[in-house]
C-alpha cells in the first residue's frame, strides 16, 4: 500500500451544447507504506481493524470485490507470525468475524469456493469450547456460518453436508426462516438434480 499527497488537478471545460468537464490528476509524490513483516503487533492490530472499517464500508455500498479486498489484507495481519495468539482477548473472534464478512461478500460474488473456505476456518474455531466461551454471541455467530456454507454447499450440489448443516441450524434455532427457505430450495434442487441423472442414463442405454 501507498501513502498518496493531494494530487494537482487541472480542470477544463468543453463547450459543445453540452459541457463536457475533463479532470487530470498529477501524482505529486509518494511514500510507501511500512511493510507489514515490519510492524508491531500493535501497529498490525490498528492497521487491521482500518482495513476492516473500510471492508465494512464498501460491503454496505455493495463493492463486494473491493469489500473482499480489504477483508484480505485484515486477515493477513491478524494471522501474521508474531500477531496470533500474542494480542488481546479477542484476537480469534476478530478474526472470526472478519472470515465471516468474507465469507459473505463471497456469496453475493457466487465465488463458492471461497465462502466454504472460509466458513469451514469459522466453524472449527467457534467449535473450539476454549475459544467458543470467549466469543459473545458464538451461538449466533455459528448459525450464520453454517447458513453461508450451507448455501454455497447447496449450489455446487453438495446436498448431502449442506443438509447436515441445515440440520445443526434448525438444532440451535428451530425457528430460523432463511434456514426454512434453504431447506426448501435443497429439496427442489435435489429432485431437479435427480431428475437430470435418470434422464442421462436412459439416454446412455438407449
Known amino acids: 500500500p501507498y501513502h498518496f499527497r493531494a494530487p494537482k488537478a487541472v480542470v477544463s471545460t468543453q463547450s459543445t451544447g453540452d459541457q463536457l468537464l475533463v479532470l487530470k490528476l498529477q501524482l505529486d509524490n509518494f511514500t ?12 498490525k492490530h490498528e492497521l487491521a481493524a482500518e482495513m476492516k ?13 473491493l469489500a473482499a479486498e480489504k477483508y484480505s489484507l485484515a486477515l493477513k495481519l491478524l494471522i501474521s507470525d508474531g500477531c496470533r495468539g500474542k494480542a488481546e482477548d479477542n484476537h480469534e473472534e476478530r478474526i472470526s468475524l472478519i472470515r465471516m464478512n468474507l465469507a459473505l461478500c463471497f456469496m453475493k460474488l457466487n465465488a463458492y469456493d471461497g465462502v466454504i473456505y472460509h466458513t469451514d ?21 455459528l448459525i450464520k456460518t453454517l447458513y453461508r456454507r450451507a448455501w454455497a454447499l447447496c449450489h455446487i450440489n453438495e446436498f448431502e453436508r449442506c443438509k447436515k448443516d441445515i440440520g445443526r441450524i434448525l438444532e440451535l434455532d428451530p425457528e430460523n426462516v432463511e434456514t426454512t427457505k434453504l431447506l426448501s430450495m435443497v429439496e427442489v434442487r435435489v429432485k431437479q438434480n435427480d431428475r437430470m441423472m435418470s434422464n442421462n442414463l436412459r439416454s446412455m442405454f438407449r
Open 53 to 65: 472499517v473500510l471492508g465494512t464500508n464498501l460491503l454496505k455500498g455493495k463493492e463486494f470485490m
Open 121 to 141: 476456518s469459522v466453524v472449527k474455531c467457534l467449535e473450539e469450547p476454549e475459544i467458543a466461551v470467549k466469543i459473545p454471541k458464538c451461538q449466533n455467530h
Open 32 to 43: 510507501c507504506a511500512e511493510d507489514s513483516w515490519n510492524m508491531s503487533v500493535t501497529q
